[in-house]
């Protein structure tokens, strides 16, 4: 039994030990410097670049660096136009349990590469994927148009902006009011039905405010344009309550899982039977 023991607790620590280090040889590859002057530092992935498109990366600054010496992450020295992410996988949005789904996500087929860039501001960091796709930033200008799929564009404006993994838009700052449906849109299909409008689980966010969107590009925390009825835990007093409520034009809401709202930068108005 002794000897079984002692044969586990050493494949244990062997294991432990290649793991420590990968972790270390991981970590190794990626390196840190500290610029003495403005220098044009190329991104991961490039094959063929201009020498305008090569990103200029500003004095007296730290830039984080892969094996080869490509930039993943440092600040500008002055603004510039970069690709942003585009995604690998479509799974996360495939495996959804309900259909339709608010949008797909999708990788560019067609024979000429459509540009998909955006100005990212100088002065402010870029975070790049492998690559060379921006994933994180601060952009500058506004009515910039990010592609969701090919029947959907966002249009965005100055602040900072971030993609998940998937392509999907994950933060940005809304250039225009926008209709999303937030998570768990289902559960108020017709809530938010008006004379001349139906659109089912949509609802409309406040242009020149932050949004947050899952994978699935359903809504997480946004600010409302105009009054809107949306899931909420039944109160205390009223445990018979259906759990909507009403919340009033620019109330920033932040919903869970679920969909339901479990922040709100003011008081809802009144609830809903």
């Known amino acids: 039994m002794k000897r079984i023991l002692l044969k586990v607790l050493t494949g244990v620590i062997f294991m432990a030990f290649l793991l ?8 190794a590859a990626r390196y840190t410097k500290t610029l003495n002057e403005n220098i044009r530092i190329s991104p991961p992935g490039v094959i063929v670049s201009t020498w305008s498109n090569i990103p200029k990366f500003k004095k007296g600054t730290v830039v984080i660096l892969n094996e080869y010496g490509e930039v993943l992450e440092g600040i500008l020295a002055e603004t510039i136009s970069l690709p942003y992410e585009t995604g690998t996988s479509q799974d996360s949005i495939r495996s959804a349990s309900y259909t339709p789904v608010p949008f797909y996500v999708y990788t ?10 955006l100005p990212f501001k100088g002065g402010t960091k870029v975070t790049f994927n492998d690559k060379g796709e921006v994933i994180k930033g601060i952009i500058s200008g506004s009515n910039k148009s990010i592609d969701l799929n090919q029947a959907n564009h966002i249009l965005v404006s100055d602040g900072e902006i971030s993609f998940h993994k998937n392509g999907m838009l994950a933060t940005c700052t809304l250039s225009s009011d926008s209709y999303l449906r937030p998570v768990g849109w289902l559960q108020i299909l017709t809530e938010n039905y008006t004379d001349n409008s139906a659109c089912p689980g949509f609802v409309e966010f406040k242009a020149g405010k932050a949004i947050v969107l899952n994978e699935k590009g359903e809504v997480v925390n946004g600010t409302l344009n ?3 009825k949306l899931l909420t835990v039944p109160s205390v007093l009223r445990p018979d309550s259906s759990g909507i409520k009403v919340y009033e034009a620019g109330t920033t809401v932040e919903f869970d899982d679920k969909g339901i709202v479990v922040k709100a930068s003011k008081s809802s108005t009144s609830a809903v039977n």
């Open 20 to 27: 420590f280090c990968h972790t270390a040889s991981v970590d």
């Open 108 to 117: 560019n087929t067609v024979k000429e590469p459509t540009n998909r860039d």
């Open 226 to 228: 105009k009054d809107t």
